[in-house]
Structures are given as structure tokens and as C-alpha cells.
């Protein structure tokens, strides 16, 4: 453990406020699947058959406004922000995004991030990959509060193949009929029918390391938080990144601005060595059976080595927003909680906590993620 951790943690266990004593919570699943939406499901890079580059703007609009795709085609969409203010673009249907408005405007501190979602700093670009596997006209908007309400969103047309030119748009989520499982109406002699087995893995066989996601490998190649330190998070220890980011509204002093941007450089630092590190234990895993060298032994060894890293690595986010408590005071603490739609208040904060991690209450609406 290096030597900030250790003195800011040391501190914290010898002054720390009441306020503190939560039991932390259970983590997030590490690889869920993608989840198929009525506008489509989240697309792996190596499917993108070519890229549609959108500019946001602080006049509140999407250059283009309107874009066609292809029912079945991946899309990389490239983001450009051009303005001074952060910008999102997310997907979805009409009716689902304005209601997702509506809910930002009573809470504008709630925070999100889904595979649909892309958030983009003033003057920075992003990227989202999707795969539009649904016929339909769907829509794109900005929903930072103000945002949306200012006009700022866009359409989407998704040509029906041809083998699909016949067949209705597909209704909402709510409305898809469930397909009758075969046994339950036959006395379970039958089983499920062939056409109706459930395909989530479909299309993952092609990836690099198959038990991971193109957006696992990138958020432990980059030292992103991953859902690693909700446990913290959620339960009154800041993190150095959002901490340094409300500088201002904490009042940060120049000693905890200094003592912060310390420990977030020394944290991503040892976050990409780890990620690394677990990357290469779960290509391991991924080889051993590919080559058919695999065995119990062996298999025991590859599971136990990256049990060990994921462990580390889940550590050191937690690690960090420890260390990072005991450089602030009790106040500034609370006060990072209601800045980031934590607290009971949830005061209006237009475009500041939008670079998201989900909020408890955003789970009501979109399930689980992370």
C-alpha cells in the first residue's frame, strides 16, 4: 500500500466520524450480459460496419438530426462535443425518453451509465456501439436536465430487412408475447422446443476472452471504477475523481486538492496494473480451454489466479475512497453526498453529477446493471 493510502486510512481509523458506521454493500455482478431493448442491444466493436459521427452542440441540437440505419447493422456513433457544457447522447423510444426527461428534471443529481448512454466532457468525443436488431423509428436525445426540454434530440429510422419488410414493428418490451415452453403443456416429456431456446451467448464465441465484454476489457485496461466501489460509494466514502470534480462546491484547500489529484494519479496507476493483470489470468482461463489442455488441476489454478486479481483489484477502488474520506471533514463529506443525488435532499444541480454512475432509483426503471 503506498504511503498516502496508508497515512490518510491510519487517519481515518483514528478520527473517524460516526456518521461512517454502515455495513458496506453486496457488489454488482462483473460480466452481466448484454440486455436486448425494443431500439436494440448493445454491439460488439468487431461487428461495427461503419461509424455515423454526430456533433452536439450548446444551441441544444444533434448535427445530423436524423440518421437511417439498417435493421440488424452495428453502428458505431461518434460523438463530438463541440460546446463548452457536458452533452449525452441516449437511445431509446419516444415515450422512454421522455419520461426519462421528466425524471432528470424532478432529480437532476440521479446518475446512470448503460450501454445506450454515452456521455461527452465540453470539446472531448466519445463513442457508443449498437446493434439496431429492431425495425422502427426510435429516437436519440440529451437528457442533462434543460437539455432535452431545449429541443435537443434526434430520430432514428431502422429499415426493416427484407426478410423482416413483412412482419409488424416490434411492440414494446411489455407487449412481446412470451414463447409457451413446450413441457409445461405437455407434461414436461418434451422439453423446451427447438425454435424457442433462449441465445444470450450468441455471438460472444467470436470475442477475444470470451468471458469478457469489449467494455470490461476497456474499463480494466483504463483503470475505470466498474461498479468495483459501490460498497464505498454508496455508503459515505467519496472517490479522488468525483472529489476533484465538485473542488469547488467542497471548498476543497489547496492541500486537499493537492493530497486528491495525488492519490487519484497513484490509484489509476495501480488500477491499470491490476486490470492488466486480470485480463491476462482470464486469457489464460480462455486459452486452456480453447486448446483443450484443460483439467481439474489446472482449471482450480486458473480460477484461483484470477479470483486473486479481480479481488485485488475490487480492493484497490475501495482502498482508495477510504483513503480518500480521510482527507475531508465530515461536512464536505455530506456535502459530496447531495452533489451526487445520495442525500434525501436531491437538489437541483443541473449538468453536474451526469457522467453516471447509476443511481439506487435510476435501478427502478433499467434494472441491473454493472
Request: with cysteine; proline share 6%.
Amino acid at each position: 500500500m503506498n504511503a498516502i493510502k496508508f497515512i490518510a486510512i491510519c487517519a481515518l481509523l483514528t478520527g473517524a466520524n460516526a456518521s461512517f458506521g454502515h455495513e458496506p454493500r453486496h457488489g454488482q455482478p462483473m460480466h452481466a450480459a448484454a440486455e436486448q431493448k425494443p431500439w436494440g442491444i448493445a454491439g460488439e466493436t468487431k461487428a461495427v460496419t461503419r461509424t455515423i459521427t454526430l456533433r452536439m452542440s450548446d444551441t441544444m441540437r444533434f448535427t445530423p438530426a436524423r440518421i437511417e440505419v439498417k435493421e440488424g447493422e452495428t453502428v458505431r456513433l461518434a460523438l463530438r462535443n463541440t460546446g463548452k457544457v457536458q452533452h449525452e447522447l441516449v437511445l431509446g423510444t419516444p415515450q422512454e425518453l421522455a419520461e426519462h426527461a421528466v425524471l432528470m428534471q424532478k432529480h437532476p443529481g440521479m446518475e446512470h451509465d448503460e450501454p445506450h448512454m454515452v456521455h461527452v466532457a465540453p470539446g472531448k468525443t466519445g463513442h457508443l456501439v449498437w446493434t439496431f436488431n429492431r425495425a422502427g423509428d426510435f429516437e436519440f436525445a440529451c437528457l442533462i436536465d434543460g437539455h432535452y426540454q431545449a429541443g435537443m434530440k434526434g430520430t432514428i429510422r431502422v429499415l426493416a430487412s427484407k426478410a423482416g419488410k413483412n412482419k409488424p414493428a416490434t411492440p414494446p418490451a411489455a407487449a412481446v408475447p412470451q414463447p409457451v415452453i413446450h413441457g409445461m403443456q405437455h407434461g414436461m416429456h418434451g422439453g423446451m422446443s427447438s425454435g424457442m431456446h433462449s441465445q444470450p451467448y450468441a455471438g460472444q464465441q467470436q470475442r477475444e476472452i470470451k468471458a469478457l465484454s469489449d467494455d470490461d476489457m476497456k474499463a480494466y485496461q483504463h483503470g475505470q471504477g466498474h461498479g468495483f466501489a459501490k460498497a464505498a460509494e454508496l455508503n459515505g466514502y467519496p472517490g479522488p475523481l468525483h472529489t476533484l470534480e465538485l473542488a469547488s462546491e467542497l471548498k476543497l484547500s489547496d492541500e486537499q486538492r493537492t493530497q486528491s489529484q495525488a492519490l487519484l494519479t497513484q490509484h489509476k496507476a495501480e488500477a491499470r496494473r491490476l486490470g492488466a493483470e486480470l485480463i491476462e489470468a482470464e486469457r489464460a482461463l480462455d486459452q486452456a480451454f480453447a486448446n483443450h489442455s484443460i483439467n481439474p488441476d489446472l482449471l482450480n489454478q486458473l480460477t484461483r489466479t484470477a479470483g486473486e486479481k479481480l479481488a485485488q483489484l475490487r480492493a484497490e477502488h475501495l482502498q482508495t475512497h477510504l483513503a480518500q474520506a480521510a482527507l475531508l471533514t465530515p461536512q464536505q463529506i455530506e456535502r459530496y453526498q447531495t452533489l451526487r443525488g445520495y442525500g434525501s435532499a436531491m437538489p437541483m444541480h443541473p449538468g453536474k453529477q451526469h457522467n453516471m454512475q447509476h443511481h439506487p432509483m435510476m435501478e427502478m426503471n433499467h434494472g441491473q446493471h454493472h
